[in-house]
């Protein structure tokens, strides 16, 4: 891949091969963004998962950096009131299910009560390869709407590995305090390394890498910053 001028004079300000500590990789970022918006800041971990081993989960960073999403929720009855209740945008159940089925998809995430997903579960094909299908795993499908709402509005995240054992997450933007989003990187960090494997041997996270969404990535010293590393 051939990149432009502006991320080759990026790339030249720093060694590539000299690892950073959390804060001084996400001033670097900082440092060698240059597009004209508010680059999201992403970290990027390469995990030693066998093929048949994955992590996911969600979280809330300490620092939130998103805007405010638009949070639908599939419930009925007194649960539907707890929903309105919490600040959900949009409330509904078999109504909210065909609306979406013709073709209506302004939300950003969607969380369902269990009882509600023999009808939500219709909508597979169109909420799942968007990524919005509501799932226990990432705790959008529960009986605790409120907690549920309260955590989504605070910028909870969610984070899984793919076949190749890489996580890559949001973590924050170029407009933000490097101590901030260095605190979100810890926080992540210590997240991911929560999940290891017991069978896992040697290095668990082998690589991090931080950046801005244009520019170039930047190497974080994990075995400075997370002691288990490596045990």
């Known amino acids: 891949m051939r990149h432009g001028k502006k991320y080759r004079a990026s790339v030249a300000k720093y060694s590539k091969l000299e690892p950073k500590s959390f804060e001084e990789a996400a001033g670097l970022v900082k440092e060698l963004a240059y597009a004209k918006f508010d680059e999201a800041v992403d970290l990027a971990l390469h995990l030693n998962l066998k093929k048949s081993q994955s992590v996911r989960d969600t979280m809330v960073l300490p620092h939130q950096f998103s805007a405010e999403k638009k949070i639908l929720v599939f419930a009925k009855g007194d649960k539907a009131e707890e929903a309105k209740a919490a600040g959900a945008l949009y409330v509904g159940d078999v109504d909210l299910v065909e609306k979406i089925k013709e073709g209506w998809l302004d939300f950003d995430i969607a969380v369902a009560t269990p009882d509600m997903m023999k009808d939500v579960g219709r909508l597979g094909p169109i909420l799942g390869r968007r990524g919005l299908m509501p799932n226990p795993k990432t705790q959008t499908v529960t009986f605790d709407i409120k907690g549920a709402i309260a955590e989504l509005r605070k910028g909870r995240v969610e984070y899984r590995s793919d076949k190749t054992g890489c996580v890559n997450v949001s973590v924050g933007k170029v407009s933000m305090e490097a101590a901030k989003v260095s605190e979100n990187v810890r926080a992540v960090m210590h997240e991911i390394e929560r999940k290891r494997p017991p069978d896992v041997k040697g290095d668990y996270i082998r690589t991090a890498t931080l950046s801005s ?13 997370l002691p288990r590393e490596g045990r």
């Open 213 to 225: 969404t244009m520019g170039p990535g930047v190497r974080i010293s994990t075995k400075k910053e």
